[in-house]
C-alpha cells in the first residue's frame, strides 16, 4: 500500500477530507506489526511524536536515498525551531510527486556544508500554483505563476 492509498482510505473510511486528514498530522512509514498495520501511520506532527515513531515503529531500512535539500541560513534556522514545516520549489523533474514521495527519508542542510544538518521525511506532498504568488516567492522566482512543489517535512533528528 502506498501512503497515497492509505491516506485516501483513511479519509473515506473517516468521512473527512485531506485538508482535515492533515491538520496537526503526518503520514509515516510504519513497521509495528500490529493487526491492520498496513505500513503507514497518521501521527502528530510534533517534532518529538515524529522522533518516538521514527526511533520505535518505522521500518529500518527506509529504502532509497534521502532527499537532499540545501537551505539558505535564515530558512534552515526555521525549520530548526519548528517554524517552518513545508518546503517550497518549483515543481519538474527535480521536485514532484514521484522524487518526494510520502515516507521518503529528506536530509536538510544550511547551505551545501556538512555542518548542519537536520533528518526527517517527506509527511505530504501537493502542487499548487499559489505560493508563486508571494512576494518571497516572486523575489526568488519572478513574476510568472507556476506550479510550486509544496514539500511537508517531519523532522526527527539532528545529524552532527
Same mark, same amino acid.
Given at each position: 500500500?502506498?501512503?497515497?492509498?492509505?491516506?485516501?482510505?483513511?479519509?473515506?473510511?473517516?468521512?473527512?477530507?485531506?485538508?482535515?486528514?492533515?491538520?496537526?498530522?503526518?503520514?509515516?512509514?510504519?513497521?509495528?506489526?500490529?493487526?491492520?498495520?498496513?505500513?503507514?501511520? *497518521?501521527?502528530?506532527?510534533?517534532?518529538?511524536? #515524529?522522533? %518516538?515513531? /521514527? +526511533?520505535?515503529?518505522?521500518? =529500518?531500512?527506509?529504502? &532509497?536515498?534521502?532527499?537532499?535539500?540545501?537551505?539558505?541560513?535564515?530558512?534552515?534556522?526555521?525549520?530548526?525551531?519548528?517554524?517552518?514545516?513545508?518546503?517550497?520549489?518549483?515543481?519538474?523533474?527535480?521536485?514532484?510527486? *514521484?522524487?518526494?514521495?510520502?515516507?521518503?527519508? #529528506?536530509? %536538510?542542510? /544550511? +547551505?551545501?556544508?556538512?555542518? =548542519?544538518?537536520?533528518? &526527517?521525511?517527506?509527511?505530504?506532498?501537493?502542487?499548487?500554483?499559489?505560493?508563486?504568488?508571494?512576494?518571497?516567492?516572486?523575489?526568488?522566482?519572478?513574476?510568472?505563476?507556476?506550479?510550486?512543489?509544496?514539500?511537508?517535512?517531519?523532522?526527527?533528528?539532528?545529524?552532527?
Amino acid at each position: 500500500m502506498t501512503a497515497e492509498e492509505f491516506t485516501a482510505g483513511y479519509c473515506e473510511r473517516s468521512g473527512i477530507t485531506r485538508a482535515e486528514f492533515f491538520a496537526g498530522k503526518v503520514v509515516l512509514p510504519c513497521a509495528c506489526a500490529e493487526e491492520g498495520c498496513n505500513g503507514w501511520a *497518521r501521527v502528530s506532527d510534533d517534532q518529538q511524536d #515524529v522522533a %518516538l515513531h /521514527m +526511533g520505535m515503529r518505522a521500518p =529500518q531500512d527506509i529504502t &532509497g536515498p534521502a532527499l537532499f535539500i540545501p537551505l539558505k541560513t535564515k530558512f534552515y534556522r526555521e525549520f530548526e525551531r519548528g517554524d517552518k514545516t513545508t518546503e517550497f520549489r518549483p515543481y519538474g523533474p527535480r521536485w514532484n510527486e *514521484r522524487t518526494c514521495a510520502i515516507g521518503r527519508p #529528506v536530509v %536538510l542542510s /544550511m +547551505g551545501y556544508g556538512k555542518g =548542519q544538518r537536520l533528518r &526527517g521525511v517527506v509527511a505530504a506532498f501537493s502542487a499548487s500554483v499559489e505560493p508563486s504568488k508571494s512576494d518571497a516567492w516572486r523575489s526568488c522566482y519572478g513574476d510568472e505563476p507556476q506550479s510550486v512543489a509544496c514539500i511537508r517535512i517531519a523532522l526527527f533528528d539532528q545529524q552532527p
